[in-house]
C-alpha cells in the first residue's frame, strides 16, 4: 500500500490549524454519513425478526411501536449492538490509523502493541485457568457482576497498558517499541497456548468462542463504561493530529518543527492502546478493520493528512462495523456468524482491490 510522504511544505501547512480541510470534498462527507445513517437504521430494522422502518423510526423518536416484541428488540437488544459495532468500528479504525503512522508500517494494526494479547491473556486465565485460579486472580471484582469476561479481559488489557506505556516513556526508537510490542504478543500467546493445552474441552470451547468477537454483548449497564472509554480514547486522538502529520515524515524532521516527539510518541500509544483494550475487553479480538479501514480512507480522500484521515476513518470505520455485522446476522436467518469470518472474507478482497488498482494507476 502506498503510504507516500508529503513534501516539506506541504506537512508544514499541515501542522498550521486543525481540520481546515472538512469542507473540502463535501460529496464524499455527505456520502459517508449518509452510509453511516443508513447503516445503523438498518441494523436496528434487520434480524431474525425484520421489523418496519417507521417502526424504527417511531421507537427511536420515543413512540410507541405498534408491537411491544418490536419495542423491545430494538430498544433491549439492537440498540446498544448497534451503538457498540459504531464506536467499535471508529476506534478500531483510528487506533490503527494512528499505529501505521507511529511505526510508518501500513501493515501496522491496533494489535501491534500487544494490548489484545493481554486481555487474551486475561480471559483464558479466567476461562482456561481452572477454578482455583479464576477465584484467586478475579475474585476481588466479583462486584462488578454481569461484567464478567470484560472484567478479566480488562484487567489483562490494563496490566499490559501500564508495561507498553512505561516502556514508551523510556525508549528512544519507534522500532524498539514495535519489536517490544511484538514480544509481549508472543509471550502472552505463549501463555493461552499453554493454557489450552492443559484445558477440557468445554473451557477451550468457551474462550474460542470469545475469540470469535461480537458486537453483541454490551448491555446498557456495560454501555457506561464502555462508550465514555471510547470516547476519550477518540478525543486524545483527534487532539493528537498534528503531531501526526510531523511524524509521516521521520522523527527528526517533527523534531525540527518543534513537536516533542517522545510526548507525542507517548500521546499516541496511550489512545491507541485505550481504544484496542477498551474495544477488545468489551467485543473480543475484533480482526481486520484496525489494518484496512485507514487504507481505504487514504484511497477514497487520495490524501495522507490526518485532518482528513482522522473524521474520515471514524465515519468509515463505524459504518463497516455496522454492515460487517448486520451480513453477520444474516437477516432473517437462525443463526448468527462471527464478526471476524465476515470481516477477513469479505473486507479483504476490498482491500486488495484498492491495493491492486492503486498499483495499476501508478504503473500508467
Keep these: 500500500m502506498n503510504l507516500s510522504l508529503p513534501q516539506a511544505g506541504q506537512a508544514s501547512d499541515r501542522l498550521a ?19 453511516v445513517a443508513a447503516a445503523f437504521v438498518a441494523s436496528l430494522a434487520l434480524g431474525a425478526v425484520r421489523i418496519p422502518l417507521d417502526e424504527v423510526l417511531r421507537t427511536l423518536a420515543g413512540g410507541q411501536a405498534s408491537k411491544d416484541t418490536w419495542q423491545t428488540i430494538v430498544l433491549t437488544f439492537r440498540l446498544p449492538k ?22 510508518r508500517n501500513p501493515l501496522a494494526d491496533p494489535f501491534v502493541l500487544g494490548i489484545s494479547s493481554g486481555a487474551s491473556l486475561g480471559v483464558a486465565l479466567m476461562v482456561l485457568g481452572g477454578a482455583a485460579v479464576s477465584a484467586s486472580v478475579f475474585g476481588r471484582t466479583a462486584f462488578l457482576g454481569e461484567f464478567g469476561l470484560v472484567t478479566a479481559a480488562a484487567l489483562g488489557a490494563a496490566a499490559i497498558f501500564v508495561v507498553v506505556l512505561t516502556i514508551a516513556r523510556q525508549v528512544q526508537s519507534v522500532v524498539t517499541l514495535l519489536v517490544l510490542g511484538l514480544m509481549i504478543g508472543y509471550l502472552t500467546g505463549a501463555v493461552v497456548s499453554l493454557l489450552i493445552y492443559f484445558s477440557i474441552p468445554e473451557q477451550v470451547a468457551a474462550y474460542v468462542n470469545w475469540t470469535f468477537g461480537s458486537f453483541g454483548g ?5 454501555m457506561r463504561v464502555f462508550a465514555p472509554a471510547l ?7 483527534l487532539a493528537g493530529v498534528k503531531p501526526l502529520n510531523a511524524l509521516l515524515l521521520g522523527e527528526n524532521y517533527a523534531r525540527s518543527m518543534g513537536v516533542n516527539v517522545r510526548a507525542a510518541r507517548w500521546w499516541v500509544t496511550a489512545s491507541a492502546s ?12 475484533i480482526a481486520f478493520l484496525g489494518v484496512a479501514v485507514p487504507h481505504l480512507c487514504r484511497a477514497l480522500f487520495a490524501t495522507n493528512d490526518h485532518r482528513v484521515l482522522m473524521p474520515a476513518v471514524i465515519l468509515l470505520g463505524g459504518a463497516l462495523a455496522l454492515v460487517f455485522d448486520l451480513i453477520a446476522q444474516m437477516p432473517g436467518a437462525r443463526f448468527t456468524l462471527p464478526i471476524n469470518v465476515v470481516t477477513a ?12 488498482r492503486r498499483q495499476s494507476f501508478a504503473r500508467v
Excluded at 454490551?218 to 456495560?222: H, L
Excluded at 470516547?231 to 486522538?237: N, R, V, Y
Excluded at 485505550?274 to 479480538?285: D, E, H, I, N
Design 17 to 35: 490549524s486543525p481540520f481546515p480541510a472538512l469542507g473540502m470534498r463535501r460529496p464524499m462527507w455527505l456520502a459517508l454519513i449518509a452510509l
Design 218 to 222: 454490551v448491555t446498557w449497564q456495560q
Design 231 to 237: 470516547l476519550i480514547g477518540l478525543a486524545a486522538a
Design 345 to 356: 472474507a469479505l473486507g479483504a478482497p476490498i482491500v486488495l482491490w484498492v491495493i491492486l
Design 274 to 285: 485505550l481504544l484496542t483494550g477498551a474495544v477488545t475487553a468489551f467485543c473480543g479480538p
Design 82 to 103: 448497534a451503538i457498540t459495532a459504531l464506536l467499535a468500528g471508529a476506534a478500531l479504525g483510528v487506533a490503527g490509523l494512528q499505529m501505521q503512522t507511529l511505526f
